[in-house]
């Protein structure tokens, strides 16, 4: 086995409060994994564990093979991890363009290489060009998301993780969203997305586990997960 | 000619309350740390001035200032590292603590009472143009202020360490997850905060003649109300709030008729206030200030 990221049986917890009771999954390189599952399951505790946000209690996470438990989450982004967090989160005082650049700020191969990065992502996304030299926090929420993707990208990683990317965005919006999720996995990297539109994750990704209260519910391939069935237990404990 | 003699000393005040405000806010900024030990670093680099009395001048602000970046330096990564994420009031309470400590320890080795000591004093005459007078001490602080801001917007504008820093005060935990490494921002805030701490060591030395263990206290005070009164956690905000502030202090000890002027900062305070009360975000609002992780 080969995989990008294991995790194995994780524990997380705030305080007295355990939100994540023994989770254990695997992602190969190149797969587009969901993460789906009620409010306060535990899905962005997830996620900002593997990107250093959140230590574990117990358990581990692996990074092709090598812990990176309780690693700080700038080192992570250096070791190729980069977290798109629910929100987006872009850096609405700065520039596009200096968002953009921040985001690579670990990278060390040089001016020219980011320079060159930052070209590839404005022919990503056209609109960031439009507005290149403007306040990011004049941009609607769509383009703030297209940023926070892109601001991630310019770290140039191996696993993204996305925390709700369509939250809050026109219907529109989200097809876009998701239209660059599935060129990205094209272009070969490996992404790990927590959403809560069912039918559109079980639609993008290649496999998919339901989290609830902190524990796995329910996981497999996408389409095989498809059955209302199967997530009405998942969701409900009871088939319907 | 009167009012152009005011403006000038209100420039002059504005200015040093400035750069006290901004050496709060930076490291506010940053850390939601609200560091009334900044005082003592002021102290500090008064009693290093003091102690290398007889040296070249030249040696006297370059040790000072190395003093005001070390004492910082030092303080952060003893007293506030070990704190990080810690609440805000755990924070404020332990910058209590590291005033009192550093204020005491000075009482310790150089005794409580004031103590005469002189640097650059060329700087005390006045140049007369016509019946303006101009002190020298307000001519130089206001063109090394204006230096000093100007070589800050630089750093935040234009230098990656600068831009990483205003991401960082902007949201921090952000900031980490595009791999902005927490400590060397911090580190460096509190190193600014540190030389602009220095600054006003000297201008207190040059302008008063005198130090003592507490030569810091008001001035934080009133950085802090600047601060707030600018926006807290804008730097540019922090540098209009105590321009402001000193403006209006000079404006009202000129204005307020004489019976009334012993009272002054009781109608400076009661100003800022009221401004509050009607605009509790400050003069540059901030976004809602996102919990740190």
Redesign the interface.
């Known amino acids: 086995m080969s995989a990008l990221l294991r995790i194995e049986d994780l524990h997380v917890s705030y305080g007295s409060i355990a939100a994540l009771k023994g989770i254990s999954l695997s992602i190969e390189p190149n797969e587009l994994v969901a993460i789906i599952g009620p409010n306060g399951a535990g899905k962005s505790t997830l996620l900002r564990t593997v990107?250093g946000?959140?230590a574990p209690l117990r358990g581990s996470v692996l990074l092709r093979g090598a812990s990176i438990s309780g690693r700080?989450?700038?080192r992570l982004?250096?070791e190729g991890v980069?977290?798109v967090?629910e929100g987006r989160?872009i850096?609405?005082?700065?520039t596009v363009e200096?968002n953009m650049?921040?985001?690579a700020?670990?990278r060390r191969d040089g001016r020219a290489a980011v320079a060159a990065d930052v070209e590839r992502m404005l022919d990503h996304f056209p609109i960031l060009r439009q507005r290149f030299r403007q306040r990011a926090g004049q941009l609607s929420g769509g383009e703030q998301q297209m940023l926070a993707i892109a601001?991630?990208l310019m770290?140039a990683p191996k696993l993204l993780l996305l925390d709700e990317p369509s939250l809050g965005l026109a219907p529109l919006v989200v097809s876009a969203v998701y239209e660059t999720i599935g060129r990205l996995r094209k272009d070969g990297l490996t992404l790990l997305v927590v959403e809560q539109n069912i039918e559109l994750a079980l639609r993008m990704a290649d496999r998919t586990y339901v989290l609830d209260t902190g524990r796995i519910a329910a996981s497999g391939r996408s389409s095989e997960l498809n059955s209302m069935a199967n997530l009405h237990q998942a969701y409900f404990g009871t088939a319907p | 000619m009167n009012l152009l003699q005011t403006a000038i000393d209100a420039m002059n005040l504005g200015a040093i309350y400035a750069l006290a405000a901004l050496g709060v806010g930076l490291i506010f900024s940053v850390m939601r740390l609200i560091n009334f030990a900044h005082g003592e670093l002021i102290a500090a680099v008064g009693f290093t001035v003091y102690a290398l009395d007889g040296q070249s001048v030249w040696i006297r602000v370059g040790c000072g200032l190395l003093a005001g970046v070390a004492l910082a330096l030092i303080m952060e990564r003893a007293a506030f590292r070990p704190l990080r994420g810690a609440n805000p009031a755990t924070l404020l309470v332990t910058s209590f603590a590291v005033s009192y400590l550093l204020q005491h320890l000075i009482v310790l080795i150089f005794g409580a009472r004031p103590i005469g000591v002189s640097l650059m004093p060329e700087l005390s005459d006045s140049i007369a143009l016509g019946d303006l007078r101009l002190p020298k001490l307000e001519i130089a602080t206001i063109a090394a202020t204006l230096t000093l801001l100007g070589a800050l917007v630089l750093f935040f504008r234009r230098l990656p360490l600068g831009i990483q820093m205003r991401a960082a005060s902007e949201d921090f935990t952000m900031a980490r997850l595009v791999g902005i490494k927490a400590n060397k921002v911090i580190a460096t805030a509190f190193a600014l905060s540190g030389a602009l701490a220095a600054f006003l060591g000297f201008y207190e030395v040059a302008q008063s003649g005198t130090i003592s263990y507490r030569m810091g206290v008001d001035l934080v005070l009133v950085a802090f109300v600047a601060a707030v009164v600018g926006g807290m956690g804008s730097l540019s905000g922090a540098a209009l709030g105590g321009l402001l502030v000193g403006v209006t202090s000079v404006a009202l000890q000129t204005f307020l008729p004489a019976p009334w002027r012993p009272y002054r900062d009781a109608f400076l305070f009661g100003l800022f206030i009221v401004f509050l009360i009607g605009r509790p975000q400050g003069l540059i609002a901030r976004k809602a200030h996102r919990e740190r992780v």
Do not use: D, I, K, N
């Open positions: 990107a946000l959140s700080a989450p700038e982004v250096a980069s977290l967090p989160h850096f609405g005082s700065l200096e650049r921040l985001g700020t670990t601001r991630a770290a």
